[in-house]
């Protein structure tokens, strides 16, 4: 049938020219599972009664993971032999406060873009006026590292400061000096 034939007949439907749908033929995925033997299984009449014990659940309980990261128990202020320092700093002490992360670090992190080569420093979990760190911070950062043009920015809403650059050990000192 041509394409023209069909124009002439309205009434033929687009599906009409359309070739029709093959089947898809479907198999079991293993032919050969139905000649296996069926499983039959029992118990032996010697471990028919199961008993039912907790006075072992103590000794398992032990090999489960701990479900948070337990307090720290260094008085603040104090350097653990590690190097990790305890917070001294309350909320309050300064118009801003930087609050640890869940495993009591510094949330000072380096973030690099290897496309255009590219690092940033961002300091998260600020609160309180995030504009008089950022102050604080650029005049620190002058001192110790006296750079041409310090890129700094704040975001207010994620509580976030973002530096163009390598700054993290400067930071972190800076943070530690304000007992953070």
Known sequence: MSVVSSLARPWRSVSSLCPPLRRLHVSPAAP???????????????????????????????????????????????????GWVAPSAKPGDHPYFVRRNPSHQLPVYLT????ISKYRTKISHVEGDIWVLLEELRAYLQQRRDPKVLNMRAHEPHQRIEI??????????????KGF
């Not at 039912?52 to 653990?80: D, H, N, Q």
């Not at 163009?164 to 000096?177: I, N, T, W």
């Open 32 to 82: 050969s599972i139905n000649r296996l033997p069926a499983g039959r299984h029992t118990i032996p009449e010697a471990r028919a009664q199961v008993e039912v014990s907790t006075e072992e659940w103590k000794y398992v309980e032990r090999l489960f993971p701990p479900k948070a990261i337990p307090k720290p128990t260094a008085a603040p202020g104090e350097v653990m032999p590690s």
């Open 112 to 115: 690099h873009n290897a496309i």
């Open 164 to 177: 163009k650059g390598q700054y993290v050990m400067e930071v972190r000192d800076f943070l530690l000096a």
